[in-house]
């Protein structure tokens, strides 16, 4: 049984072309027959439903965090629309804080920008595959001296890491919580009802087989 958010991400995914079938390179050098673009949530009825599911996700976990935190550049209009879904469906009123990716050395300076970094961290990004680039983020969030204390991604492409383990699982093991709007498993389970392209699918389960964790 798929979450409400879990569907409502998915339609909109491929309403929007987020969500496309092919023949992609990953940043891992992988090739993977699916690809997930959060640019494509480009206009403000997709952000807006987008993030709404992230939140409404994010409540149902139960985590406390203080400040939410975009890594730069795809994490950043994510974190901040779901700081404002949070408040505004939820009640809930976190800091915002994000990155630069290059230090400014006038005006106000720095490399963070927003909340102060301090206190729980809840990092938003679009989505994990072996985890190198939430990895720097958490660094940086840690470096900053806050305690990053869970990960919300609208994919976890449910990949190997570094090691054996999946991306994820590496995380949850370094006692982080992760919230996903859909995994690999669900988005598999969710074409298996509605597609009729078996090819695909049979594609999908075979890329799972060969980088899934
Ligand atoms: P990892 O660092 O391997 O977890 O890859 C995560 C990054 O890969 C994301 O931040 C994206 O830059 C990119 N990516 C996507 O955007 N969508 C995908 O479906 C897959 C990737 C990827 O390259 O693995």
Known sequence: MLAPWTRQFLELA??????????????????????????????????????????????????EFDVVFGPAYKGIPLAATVADQLYRSHGINPGFAYNRKEAKDHGEGGLTVGAPLRGRVLLVDDVISAGTAIAESLALIRSAGAQPVAVAVALDRQERGIDARSAVQTLRDDGLKIIHLASLNDLVAWLEDRDSDTGRLGQMIEYRRQFGA
């Open 14 to 63: 491929l309403e929007h072309r987020a969500l496309r079938f092919g023949q992609f390179t990953l940043k891992s050098g992988r090739i993977s027959p699916y690809f997930f673009n959060a640019g494509a949530f480009c206009d403000g009825r997709s952000l807006h439903l987008l993030a709404q599911c992230y939140a409404d996700a994010i409540v149902a976990s139960e985590i």
